[in-house]
């Protein structure tokens, strides 16, 4: 991490006014083009708004600790609100052979990219971040894995780039893909929810072939469930090595505590208390402040830095994006024998 950052003055409620003012009109023209143009996804429509601020040089120095705030502590509260759609009973309806489907991909995706990256001279942290969003679930898995991944906001910028890139080809690619390769609606659902990243554009891509949405969402909802045990596992690791230590002496927890919120949620959901309308209204407030985060995260994306750093970067987000589709594809094929 950069002394830029460690030694960044402290905000104030007033200096996060301007940005966050720019972050909400910012969401609202996401939701509004998604309104009129319904084949993006209000997430991709953020993140490449958040981008375009950035590069056409409007991101001036004022906006900056807003803008900051929304894409790391509002896309912390989205993952917690994100538990709230994960109940564990529902999940076990996918069998042993639904749930081995999902890990193998999990794991696979996770290990070869990070591998791959590796060959690709990519840097460690953004090889986590991509590996990391691509296996389970976007830009939110890439947020939870952040603080134990040890790079900067330009790692994570790239990485939910092209998570974000990549689950928008899916949304018209996918769909077009299921009767060459031999899919039925109920595997074709399957298929997209092992596959897909990001929540949104999972049911964008399901909903494009009718009656393969429930199916597609409870496969993706299990892969979010491996989302805690993944950023525990690392942060445990990252807490062996002497370089994981910090300047000031003190390691990253191995579990960061939105996370642990976010196990806290899927346990509340899983007891069955919470009232429909109530989780009826937190899936709305954390689809809003996803995509909000979504367009913070995009102000961090500088056009030059790709072209400077992101070539590779490129090549290992596109390869763990065909890595995921077809392990998944295979594992569900196999599934159904």
Same mark, same amino acid.
């Given at each position: ?20 003012? &720019? ?17 993006? $996804? ?12 950035? $590069? ?235 995509? /909000? ?24 987000? &596109? ?10 594809? /295979? ?7």
């Amino acid at each position: 991490m950069s002394t830029s950052v460690l030694h960044r003055p402290p905000r104030t409620a007033a200096s996060v006014v301007p940005g966050l003012c &720019l972050v909400a009109a910012g969401t609202a023209a996401a939701y509004a083009v998604s309104h009129f143009l319904p084949a993006l $996804n209000p997430s991709t429509v953020a993140v490449v708004l958040g981008a375009a601020v950035t $590069n056409a040089r409007l991101h001036h120095p004022a906006l900056r600790p807003g803008t900051a705030l929304a894409g790391k502590r509002l896309l912390r509260i989205a993952v917690v609100l994100l538990g709230l759609q994960l109940s564990l009973p529902e999940l076990a309806r996918l069998g042993v052979r639904g749930l081995t489907v999902v890990a193998v991909t999990v794991a696979v995706t996770f290990t070869g990219t990070r591998l791959l990256g590796r060959r690709l001279g990519v840097s460690a942290p953004r090889s986590l971040l991509i590996a990391t969003g691509f296996s389970i679930c976007g830009a939110s898995a890439v947020a939870a894995m952040e603080p134990v991944a040890g790079g900067d906001e330009e790692d994570t910028g790239v990485a939910v780039a092209l998570v974000t890139l990549c689950g928008s080809l899916a949304i018209v690619i996918l769909p077009l893909l299921r009767v060459p390769l031999g899919l039925d609606v109920t595997a074709f659902g399957s298929w997209v929810g092992a596959s897909v990243h990001d929540v949104g554009q999972t049911v964008a891509t399901a909903q494009r072939v009718p009656g393969a949405l429930t199916t597609a969402v409870v496969v993706k909802l299990t892969r979010v469930v491996l989302l805690a045990p993944l950023v525990a596992v690392v942060g445990i690791a990252a807490r062996r090595t002497p370089a994981a230590v910090p300047e000031g002496g003190r390691r990253p927890p191995p579990v960061p505590l939105f996370v642990a919120g976010f196990l806290v949620s899927v346990a509340l959901t899983s007891t069955g208390v919470l009232p429909h309308p109530l989780l009826a209204a937190a899936k709305w407030v954390q689809s809003v402040l996803l995509v /909000a985060a979504l367009f913070g995260l995009g102000t961090g994306i500088s056009g030059p830095a790709l072209l400077r750093t992101g070539r590779r970067s490129l090549v290992l987000g &596109l390869t763990s994006w065909l890595l995921v589709a077809g392990v998944a594809y /295979a594992g569900v094929r196999l599934a159904a024998l």
